[in-house]
T-cell receptor
């Protein structure tokens, strides 16, 4: 089954404790992206990647890191999480030629205390 | 300036009636794509419809159609024959030529039996 998986689905952590949210897709997609969703703000793009070893900042990259060492994986790293990073995070992927068909993961709800 | 503006935080529609959800966008890129996504209360993001900036005809997908008015920079979603299952949040989004994505703040649609 074609899908985007994220882990963990739920995470409660404390300020300053490094964490990684994994994202993996099995569709051989070139394009992958991370978004955060906050009430009243919609989804905002954090980082995106056009292919392996190619990443670019989205609208709200501060406080986040990403890497794209393999085509299927695009982890989101919070080196020193803060309470303002409490949010719902989505990973998404699409074929490089059909960006309209962005497939979203199920979301990761992160709470930073 | 906001890249995507959705001015209707909430909308109500009678079952079987049509409803229009508004979306305006702002870009100076000649090449861009416009999208609508549905987010039910379960949280997943579901792709509905896509319109490319060079497409001459309005996009349609089943009961969904996109009213694309390029000069006015609007991309309204029309849902015909509303069903109870259409109750959800709806997000308008844009991909610019740089492949960065922007989402609106969403419209909450409630279908009344």
């Amino acid at each position: 089954e074609a899908q985007v998986t994220q882990n963990p689905r739920y995470l409660i952590t404390v300020t300053g404790k490094k964490l990684t949210v994994t994202c993996s897709q099995n569709m051989n997609h070139e394009y992958m992206s991370w978004y955060r969703q906050d009430p009243g703000l919609g989804l905002r793009q954090i980082y995106y990647s056009m292919n392996v070893e190619v990443t670019d900042k989205g609208d709200v990259p501060e406080g986040y890191k990403v890497s794209r060492k393999e085509k299927r994986n695009f982890p989101l790293i919070l080196e020193s999480p803060s309470p303002n990073q409490t949010s719902l995070y989505f990973c998404a992927s699409s074929s490089g030629t059909r960006y309209n068909e962005q497939f979203f993961g199920p979301g990761t709800r992160l709470t930073v205390l | 300036a906001q890249k995507i503006t959705q001015t209707q935080p909430g909308m109500f529609v009678q079952e079987k009636e049509a409803v229009t959800l508004d979306c305006t966008y702002d870009t100076s890129d000649p090449s861009y794509g416009l999208f609508w996504y549905k987010q039910p209360s379960s949280g997943e993001m579901i792709f509905l419809i896509y319109q490319g900036s060079y497409d001459q005809q309005n996009a349609t997908e089943g009961r969904y159609s996109l009213n694309f008015q390029k000069a006015r920079k609007s991309a309204n979603l029309v849902i015909s024959a509303s069903q109870l299952g259409d109750s959800a949040m709806y997000f308008c989004a844009m991909r610019e030529g740089s492949n960065q994505f922007y989402f609106g703040t969403g419209t909450s649609l409630t279908v009344i039996p």
